[in-house]
């Protein structure tokens, strides 16, 4: 009975957020659809098809925001770790007001946030440039991954790389065999985080980028607010939401398995102290 609850409420939770995505998939395939017919009176693909040509921008857009995504998240995670790493494991003077300093991005509010930065990076000349929109994403990205390897350096226990060092391995053999696999999770999940944020950043993007840098929402908005076809628009909406869906699947799938092979290789992890099994097989 217990059972059956449960599946019931997961089977309705997964209706209540599905719903709102089921009329953009069948807009996408729609050729026609009047009021006040229920259903499409044609399908077609041809919404799909000008998607696919290069002269509407769509793929160039896509990869624009592909690879914004994929630069914010590698250099996030990695100031990210290291802010983390100091704050947590070597405590400075005034941790408190530096991790406030840090996550202040998300305390303020974002449109205050994107015109003060949007002066600097005027001023700075990196307006209008791709990389001035890498830039900026790691504004808003930054305290997320902050926020998840904080939390990621509280179970770590700086000892197991003193254990590895006084046994002769190198720094980057720690790095490789001890900080990596031991902050994986973290790691990874603070990644996804920043290539979502960015992946979905509006408002900077349309200030600093000035309408040059075209990513996959920009187009969305453009094309929702002016061009009145509703199938084209639905398609950009399918892609726009389709890579974060598959992305955070694949990440929830690799934590499990990642979760699930560490508890059958060291099942003494609750235990204090360094593992042996924590530091298998390092290289000098």
Same mark, same amino acid.
């Given at each position: 009975?217990?059972?059956?609850?449960?599946?019931?409420?997961?089977?309705?939770?997964?209706?209540?957020v599905?719903?709102?995505?089921?009329?953009?998939?069948?807009?996408?395939?729609?050729?026609?659809?009047?009021?006040?017919?229920?259903?499409?009176?044609?399908?077609?693909?041809?919404a799909?098809?000008?998607?696919?040509?290069?002269?509407?921008?769509?793929?160039?857009?896509?990869?624009t925001?592909?690879?914004?995504?994929?630069?914010?998240?590698?250099?996030?995670?990695?100031l990210?770790?290291?802010? +983390? =790493?100091? %704050?947590?494991?070597? /405590?400075?003077?005034?941790?408190?007001? #530096?991790? !406030?300093?840090? $996550? @202040? &991005?998300? *305390?303020?509010?974002?449109?205050?946030?994107?015109?003060?930065?949007?002066?600097?990076?005027?001023?700075?000349?990196?307006?209008?440039?791709?990389?001035?929109?890498a830039?900026?994403?790691?504004?808003?990205?930054?305290?997320y991954?902050?926020?998840?390897?904080?939390?990621?350096?509280?179970?770590?226990?700086?000892?197991?790389?003193?254990? +590895? =060092?006084? %046994?002769?391995?190198? /720094?980057?053999?720690?790095?490789r065999? #001890?900080? !990596?696999?031991? $902050? @994986? &999770?973290? *790691?990874?999940?603070?990644?996804?985080?920043?290539?979502?944020?960015?992946?979905?950043?509006?408002?900077m993007?349309v200030?600093?980028?000035?309408?040059?840098?075209?990513?996959?929402?920009?187009?969305?908005?453009?094309?929702?607010?002016?061009?009145?076809?509703?199938?084209?628009?639905a398609?950009?909406?399918?892609?726009?939401?389709?890579?974060?869906?598959? %992305?955070?699947?694949?990440?929830?799938?690799?934590?499990?398995?990642?979760?699930?092979?560490?508890?059958?290789?060291?099942p003494?992890?609750?235990?204090?102290?360094?593992?042996?099994?924590?530091?298998?097989?390092?290289?000098?």
């Amino acid at each position: 009975m217990r059972r059956a609850l449960r599946l019931t409420g997961v089977a309705l939770l997964a209706v209540w957020v599905a719903a709102p995505l089921l009329p953009l998939l069948v807009w996408a395939f729609t050729g026609r659809w009047v009021y006040p017919a229920l259903v499409p009176q044609d399908l077609s693909v041809r919404a799909w098809a000008r998607a696919a040509d290069p002269h509407q921008q769509v793929i160039a857009a896509t990869g624009t925001s592909l690879a914004l995504a994929l630069a914010t998240a590698l250099v996030a995670t990695v100031l990210g770790a290291l802010a +983390a =790493r100091g %704050l947590v494991l070597y /405590r400075p003077p005034a941790a408190g007001l #530096v991790r !406030l300093v840090l $996550l @202040a &991005p998300v *305390l303020v509010p974002p449109f205050a946030l994107a015109v003060g930065v949007q002066e600097v990076f005027v001023r700075a000349g990196l307006a209008d440039q791709p990389a001035g929109v890498a830039l900026v994403h790691l504004v808003p990205a930054l305290p997320y991954t902050v926020l998840v390897l904080i939390g990621g350096y509280a179970g770590y226990d700086l000892r197991m790389e003193q254990t +590895a =060092r006084t %046994l002769g391995a190198s /720094r980057y053999a720690v790095l490789r065999h #001890v900080t !990596l696999p031991a $902050l @994986a &999770p973290a *790691l990874l999940a603070a990644a996804t985080l920043a290539f979502l944020v960015s992946w979905s950043e509006y408002l900077m993007t349309v200030l600093v980028g000035g309408g040059v840098v075209t990513t996959l929402p920009l187009l969305l908005f453009a094309t929702a607010a002016g061009s009145g076809n509703q199938a084209f628009t639905a398609v950009l909406g399918v892609l726009t939401f389709v890579p974060p869906v598959v %992305l955070f699947g694949t990440t929830a799938a690799i934590m499990r398995r990642h979760r699930a092979v560490w508890a059958e290789a060291d099942p003494s992890a609750t235990a204090p102290g360094p593992s042996p099994s924590t530091t298998p097989g390092i290289d000098r």
